[in-house]
């Protein structure tokens, strides 16, 4: 109903186009009243000066809306017609009591008409643009002939049967038919807009429909005696089927004007008795014209719904198009449930995040979370066996309608990282309060002997220095496994033939105190900052985690397995991991519970996992079968491999390449940490 509503098809008359009607008005107001007392005088058989009323207050609210002192206006322009009419009707024989009557009756239709009809459609556009206007309108002119026909003399006598004038019931049927005819045409042809109808008229139909009403107005006049006015009800049908509304209206108002000046002027003539069957055509010509308004305007509606409900078809259809593709592409999972829990809808993502089988089940967990909807809340999800299969998922639920039913929508997101990253800052906190303000309390205490003993003992102070500069060491080898780690994490990757030898053998060279057996001969496309990392952590691991007393000793081999990837195996003769604990250990600030008598930050570990993630590899650890130690395997792709290189790195978020390159800076400043 809002699109038959809204629906507006007819011109907004400006200010020069209603001066003009208003002019015309007024100059056919007194000619009205002459012909229609020149047709007959005793028997009304036009009512022209009622249609030329109606108009005109039409075209007065009409042009008064939007102002004040509308109806001021409209009362202004009845008082005017009264003006014009009443020297007129003297002038043309009627007595003073005939023409006060004959005014105060035309008001009283035209005005109870124009206020039932703007009541009745509400709005003040009064032109006819619905089927039901045009009935409205002609239930409003009859309930205006009707209010009025008591101001006729013998008016009141004949509505209640107490007597019968062939005069009142001429202006009863004549005054409503003609009012009506009149008022729905004009209306129509002034403000409608006729390009603007649903179905466009075609000119071969209008002359085909005019020869058709030709030859029934031909044999209702040729035979007035057999009363044939009825055979122009079957144009009025087939004019409605084929013409928009203002072609119709026109089509009818010719129609109807030449039907009633031909029997006015049989009447005039004599060559036609006055009797109602003449009162009855007239009648006749009103159900002409409704008929014809009423289909043309059904036709006209229905066309233009039609378009509308395309219009609308299309634009749901690019309206879902649009949110099928929005929907797609966000990472958020979405999914669609009914109130049992059952998925109706779900992007891509909601697979991918939950998995095939999990997506129809796991939705009905969620909706008995706490609270009333909408809720949100977090949880954590095990979606298969091991360590990177469990997730934590934020998920907000609201209340929705969903074809006609009543629905929930899911919004569920993987927080996993974000969690990790609020642990991993809590840990950074926890150990920058704690192993960092050690070495700096080291450094302010060896600092203070050192600047009480300067100058009298050279060996204390000396020694004082050297531990200053230890926790200080200790210091920025925290700082660096951080800033490593974060660069490690965020920073851009940018692989290369990088061979492992020559990488391994510069980082035993600042591991005196070690023996190394290097078996590698393979080369792997990596970033070579974040390998040397790699390496220099696990080498440099395999040497501290040795027990006190004992030389490190350290073997490095690789080999290229079946999928093209080179496997990395560190093996030392250390304290080894605890068992229990090979997953633990790769946790940032987590460390082994046998090495809390080694100074360390726990980032080593968990940044060689970071690096050899952001390769697309793996790596684990696990205690040395062939005797002490540990044995930490790592996968990294070959040379050959540069696609899956580059899969895995454009996985990982990037930042600014500088971010990476800060290790070198940070190893060529200290090259002992």
């Not at 809390?596 to 970071?610: E, F, H, P, V």
């Amino acid at each position: 109903m809002e699109a038959v509503t809204a629906w507006r098809p007819s011109r907004r008359l400006s200010v020069h186009a209603l001066w003009a009607l208003w002019t015309t008005c007024l100059l056919a107001t007194p000619l009205t009243h002459v012909v229609q007392q020149a047709a007959l005088p005793d028997v009304v058989i036009l009512r022209l000066s009622s249609v030329v009323a109606f108009v005109w207050l039409v075209l007065v609210w009409v042009w008064a809306t939007g102002r004040p002192g509308r109806l001021l206006r409209v009362a202004a322009t009845a008082l005017l017609w009264a003006a014009l009419s009443v020297p007129t009707l003297l002038l043309v024989g009627l007595s003073l009591e005939q023409t006060a009557r004959e005014c105060a009756a035309t008001l009283v239709q035209v005005v109870v008409a124009l206020a039932c009809y703007r009541w009745r459609i509400g709005d003040d556009n009064l032109a006819p643009h619905r089927p039901g206007d045009v009935a409205a309108l002609f239930v409003s002119t009859l309930l205006g002939t009707v209010a009025a026909t008591p101001l006729l003399p013998g008016g009141t006598a004949v509505l209640t049967g107490q007597a019968q004038s062939l005069s009142v019931a001429s202006w009863l049927l004549t005054g409503a038919s003609h009012t009506f005819i009149g008022a729905a045409c004009l209306l129509l042809l002034v403000q409608r807009r006729p390009r603007a109808e649903a179905v466009p008229t075609r000119l071969p139909d209008v002359y085909l429909l005019l020869l058709a009403t030709g030859a029934a107005v031909a044999l209702e006049v040729s035979f007035p005696a057999l009363s044939l006015s009825w055979l122009v009800l079957l144009p009025a049908v087939w004019a409605g089927l084929l013409m928009g509304p203002w072609a119709t209206a026109a089509y009818s108002l010719v129609t109807a004007v030449t039907v009633l000046a031909a029997t006015s002027a049989q009447v005039a003539l004599g060559m036609r008795p006055l009797d109602l069957d003449l009162l009855l055509d007239n009648c006749l010509m009103a159900a002409f014209v409704l008929v014809a308004l009423l289909l043309s305007q059904v036709r006209d509606q229905r066309a233009h719904l039609s378009h509308e409900v395309v219009r609308r078809r299309q634009e749901a259809v690019d309206q879902a198009g649009l949110l099928e593709t929005l929907l797609d592409s966000i990472d958020e999972a979405l999914v669609l449930v009914d109130p049992s829990g059952r998925v109706q809808l779900h992007n891509p993502a909601a697979a991918r995040l939950l998995g095939d089988e999990r997506l129809l089940s796991e939705p009905r967990k969620w909706l008995r979370g706490p609270g009333e909807l909408p809720i949100r809340f977090s949880y954590t999800f095990h979606r298969g066996p091991g360590d990177d299969a469990t997730r934590i998922l934020a998920v907000q639920l609201a209340a929705v309608q969903y074809a006609g039913a009543d629905g929930v929508v899911a919004v569920a997101r993987d927080v996993t990282h974000e969690h990790r990253r609020i642990e991993e800052l809590a840990s950074f906190a926890a150990v920058a309060a704690h192993d960092l303000k050690s070495p700096l309390a080291a450094v302010q205490g060896w600092l203070e002997v050192a600047e009480e003993v300067v100058g009298t003992d050279h060996v204390r102070t000396r020694h004082a220095v050297r531990r200053g500069r230890s926790a200080a060491r200790r210091m920025v080898a925290e700082i660096d496994d951080w800033l490593a780690y974060t660069v490690a994490r965020e920073g851009e990757l940018h692989p290369e033939r990088v061979a492992l030898e020559p990488v391994l053998h510069e980082i035993a060279a600042s591991h005196q105190d070690a023996d190394f057996r290097f078996e590698v001969e393979h080369v792997v496309l990596a970033d070579r900052v974040l390998l040397r990392h790699l390496l220099s952590n696990l080498v440099g691991n395999a040497v501290k985690y040795t027990r006190a007393g004992e030389r490190a000793s350290v073997h490095v081999s690789s080999s290229l397995d079946d999928s093209g990837w080179v496997r990395l195996l560190v093996v030392d003769a250390g304290i080894g991991i605890p068992a229990g604990e090979e997953l633990a250990v790769f946790e940032p600030f987590r460390r082994a519970s046998t090495v809390d008598s080694y100074q360390g930050s726990g980032l080593g570990l968990a940044l060689c996992k970071r690096i050899v993630r952001r390769h697309g590899g793996s790596i684990s650890a696990r205690r040395n079968d062939s005797g002490p130690g540990t044995e930490i395997a790592v996968t990294l792709p070959a040379d050959r491999t540069q696609a899956v290189v580059a899969e895995a790195a454009a996985a990982e978020p990037a930042e600014e390449s500088e971010q990476v390159r800060q290790l070198e800076e940070l190893e060529r400043e200290n090259p002992g940490a």
